[in-house]
């Protein structure tokens, strides 16, 4: 019996760590809570591009899960068993959007966060034959008559900036909630819409074809790519907002396996070839580590469920 209980123990020293050294040995799924062929869904596609350098033998499979402002793809990672080949992108304001707004089944503990890679400013985007061409055009016409913006889902960042003009001006928009960037961007360059609020990297290259017009930043400053584009404050409305795009896995994950993706993550953050695809895309970069970008979206929560409690939605 003592030889027995020996070898038991033996063996339970040896496959853990076993295991450890050979992860991954099947392929990781990284779920994108949006629709294939958006910003987050090229962004979990460069981050694979570079990561094959540094575990040549992985493999990696992209889920996209699209609908209800990324709260599907996010409860769905959330759900995921914790044993490292399930991991998924995070974006705000609607990771903590849908906690505050008690639509989560989720909380922040209910991941590992592995850390930020993107970040994406808002802006303020109108049909190219739309008559408003800045701010002050386009709160005299939503004050004159009801107008249609586009938003990806309710409460994410658009609807947050939507919400945020709103009280500033006392307008009320036609939000319409749609199922992410690429449905957004058809409906501007079709004229199905009056507006729309979304990220810069979706729409400049259209703005520079002339196929659809950015009115405002939602930066602190203005852009380098789109220097032509004030900012929302210097026209007088001061909302800021940019969308981050992180990586998680879910709570659970072995402490080991989750130090292996996080050191993986910062290598590709600092891989000269990612920052030149993502300079190429027309991505904009802000790395942060697990503890930061923790630190983050907790600030975060706490000021989108203060601005949640004077405007409901």
């Not at 409860?75 to 959007?97: H, L, S, W």
Request: hydrophobic letters at 45%; proline letters at 5%.
């Amino acid at each position: 019996m003592r030889k027995v209980l020996l070898l038991a123990m033996a063996m339970a020293l040896f496959f853990p760590l076993n295991a450890l050294a050979s992860y991954p040995e099947k392929p990781i799924t990284i779920i994108v809570p949006s629709k294939a062929g958006g910003s987050t869904d090229t962004s979990a596609r460069l981050f694979i591009k570079a990561a094959k350098k540094y575990w040549p033998k992985a493999e990696f499979v992209v889920k996209d899960v699209s609908g209800s402002g990324g709260l599907k793809g996010f409860e769905e990672i959330a759900r995921a068993k914790p044993d490292g080949y399930t991991i998924g992108m995070v974006f705000t304001t609607q990771i903590v959007a849908h906690i505050v707004s008690k639509r989560a089944h989720y909380t922040l503990d209910s991941f590992h966060i592995i850390g930020n890679a993107m970040q994406d400013p808002l802006i303020v985007a109108v049909p190219e034959n739309s008559p408003i061409k800045n701010l002050k055009d386009f709160i005299k016409s939503a004050k004159a008559k009801s107008m249609t913006a586009a938003v990806n889902g309710i409460g994410s960042d658009d609807f947050v900036a939507a919400k945020k003009f709103e009280q500033q001006t006392g307008v009320k928009f036609n939000l319409l909630p749609t199922k992410g960037s690429t449905e957004q961007k058809a409906m501007i360059l079709g004229s199905h819409i009056d507006a729309s609020f979304m990220n810069l990297s979706q729409l400049q290259a259209q703005h520079k074809a002339g196929k659809a017009r950015i009115i405002a930043i939602l930066a602190d400053k203005r852009s380098e790519i789109l220097p032509d584009v004030k900012t929302a404050a210097e026209q007088g409305y001061p909302v800021s907002m940019t969308a981050t795009r992180g990586f998680v896995a879910p709570a659970g994950i072995s402490k080991d396996i989750a130090a292996k993706l996080d050191d993986l993550l910062q290598k590709v953050n600092k891989d000269p070839g990612f920052i030149a695809d993502t300079d190429k895309g027309v991505l904009f970069r802000l790395p942060m580590t697990g503890p930061e970008y923790l630190a983050y979206l907790k600030k975060l929560q706490a000021e989108t469920q203060k601005f949640y409690d004077q405007n409901p939605w």
